[in-house]
């Protein structure tokens, strides 16, 4: 259930940080965010998928570490990020 090309250029172009950015916690984040909120919308449909679970369960606690990571060394940019991805209510 990866994400489609254009999906993801377009997710990459809206957070990235300088011209040639795919890699930064930033990107990362929100690409993590997208498939989350993909694959949860399949488990609610699915509910036996337990595989599919058990990957959901393993991108949240990515997305939990990069979020941790990007706290810690940069708070501004965590908070606008959270801010942008509509992430901790």
Do not use: F, W
């Given at each position: 259930?990866?994400?489609?090309?254009?999906?993801k250029?377009?997710v990459?172009?809206t957070y990235?940080?300088?011209?040639?950015?795919?890699?930064s916690?930033e990107v990362?984040?929100a690409?993590?965010t997208t498939?989350i909120v993909?694959?949860?919308?399949?488990?609610?449909?699915?509910?036996?998928?337990?595989?599919?679970?058990?990957?959901?369960?393993?991108?949240?606690?990515?997305r939990?570490?990069?979020?941790n990571?990007?706290?810690r060394?940069?708070?501004e940019?965590?908070?606008?990020?959270?801010d942008?991805?509509?992430?901790?209510h």
């Amino acid at each position: 259930m990866a994400l489609a090309t254009e999906a993801k250029q377009n997710v990459i172009k809206t957070y990235k940080t300088h011209k040639s950015d795919t890699g930064s916690p930033e990107v990362q984040v929100a690409l993590l965010t997208t498939r989350i909120v993909q694959l949860t919308e399949h488990i609610k449909a699915n509910k036996k998928d337990h595989h599919s679970r058990r990957g959901l369960l393993l991108m949240v606690a990515r997305r939990k570490r990069l979020l941790n990571y990007l706290k810690r060394h940069s708070p501004e940019r965590y908070k606008t990020l959270i801010d942008k991805l509509g992430l901790r209510h």
